[in-house]
């Protein structure tokens, strides 16, 4: 009886033994299976986050690639593979301010078990153009007739005579040339500097404004385009001239590219920038001939420092810019061509190959100028904006 007692006992002990074994495996295996389930999920989160900021890029990219303009496949669904899917909502604060959403489905958005949202704000990064004179000038230089007047300071790379002066012209401000000024017209309130050395003129990249402005399309205008009514233009490309007439109120909301020649006219004609674009800039860039006439005027955007349209010429004519009868509020540009004001005309400032100025024409300096702001061109791309970037879930 003792001998069986004992194998009993040892019997006992041993399914005791067993079952305790039996109860820690079990344990260590729903622990272990417990933490392999945590790291999975949280593997499938750190992929939802991936693919929620590969999103954010994609839509960058399209933004940038577009002008803008990002069309439906920027928020669709879309798959990475078989790893999982993203979809987007873009919110339009301003032309140059958006709001960006994307959220990141792994495996799928039908069977999710890990999305991460991301929500984010992009802006145009700026272009800082230096217009730091009222009138600079290339080596074509400076001439002044009849009671015609500049309120800021001006440079002339003209050797030479630079500046010249008849009827009472005045510059009511600093004069430096690299050559001279003759002598009593213009009078010159501030300093005469002559013999300075050439000034490096403000330069813009075309070829963006080019692929800004065509990037949302392009009218065929065969060979004129007319606008007479109240609008809404841009980012758009015009193939031929365009004439802007009738009292028509344009607003530009965006970067145009006319490769004929721009027509202006009528007194009640009036070139708004857009309020939206606030404190930045854009282009009016055309390949021929722009003529500004008979009272039609150009707007800034009322923001402070304001906004301007940029006016600018890629022809080498000597008459590639002509304003007259009235004001330009606006940046007039033609590096490698004339410009001439007349009969009062008015602008707040400009670069020129060479400008004449007659019949009480006047230009008058914006100090908000020197370092006017671009939302396109070179170096302007859409970026993300520092401190908003956020996950939401």
Request: with cysteine; aromatic share 6%.
């Amino acid at each position: 009886m003792n001998r069986k007692n004992q194998k009993g006992q040892v019997l006992l002990i041993g399914i005791i033994f067993m079952a305790v074994i039996l109860i820690l495996a079990a344990a260590l295996f729903s622990r272990v299976a417990s933490y392999l389930r945590l790291g999975n999920n949280d593997s499938m989160n750190k992929q939802a986050e991936s693919l929620a900021d590969a999103g954010v890029n994609r839509i960058l990219w399209k933004l940038n690639t577009t002008a803008g303009a990002c069309d439906s496949s920027c928020t669709q669904e879309t798959a990475v593979g078989t790893t999982g899917t993203f979809e987007a909502s873009i919110t339009n604060k301003t032309s140059t301010l958006k709001t960006l959403m994307v959220t990141a489905y792994v495996p799928s958005k039908a069977n999710p078990r890990a999305k991460r949202t991301v929500k984010v704000d992009v802006a145009i990064s700026g272009d800082l153009i230096s217009f730091r004179y009222a009138v600079q000038v290339g080596a074509g230089g400076l001439t002044m007739a009849n009671t015609s007047s500049i309120i800021g300071n001006v440079f002339s790379n003209k050797t030479g005579q630079s500046i010249t002066g008849s009827g009472s012209s005045q510059i009511q401000g600093d004069a430096y040339t690299v050559g001279t000024i003759s002598s009593p017209d213009p009078s010159v309130t501030g300093l005469k500097r002559e013999n300075q050395t050439a000034s490096d003129m403000p330069t813009i990249n075309y070829q963006e404004w080019v692929d800004a402005a065509s990037a949302n399309g392009t009218i065929d205008c065969s060979p004129t385009c007319t606008i007479s009514n109240d609008a809404s233009i841009g980012p758009k490309k015009y193939s031929g001239n365009l004439n802007i007439s009738n009292n028509a109120i344009v607003t530009i909301t965006g970067p145009i590219y006319v490769t004929g020649d721009l027509t202006i006219s009528q007194g009640g004609t009036q070139i708004k920038l857009a309020e939206s674009f606030g404190s930045t800039s854009t282009t009016l860039l055309v390949d021929g001939k722009i003529s500004i006439s008979q009272g039609a005027t150009f707007f800034t955007t009322s923001a402070s420092p304001k906004g301007y349209v940029l006016v600018a010429s890629r022809s080498t004519a000597s008459d590639s810019i002509t304003l007259s009868n009235q004001g330009v509020n606006a940046i007039i540009y033609t590096l490698s061509g004339g410009a001439n004001l007349s009969q009062s005309a008015h602008t707040t400032s400009l670069v020129a190959y060479s400008l004449n100025l007659s019949n009480s024409a006047s230009l008058t300096y914006d100090q908000g100028l020197a370092g006017a702001e671009f939302s396109t061109g070179p170096g302007g791309s859409w970026q993300l904006k520092k401190g908003t970037y956020r996950y939401t879930q």
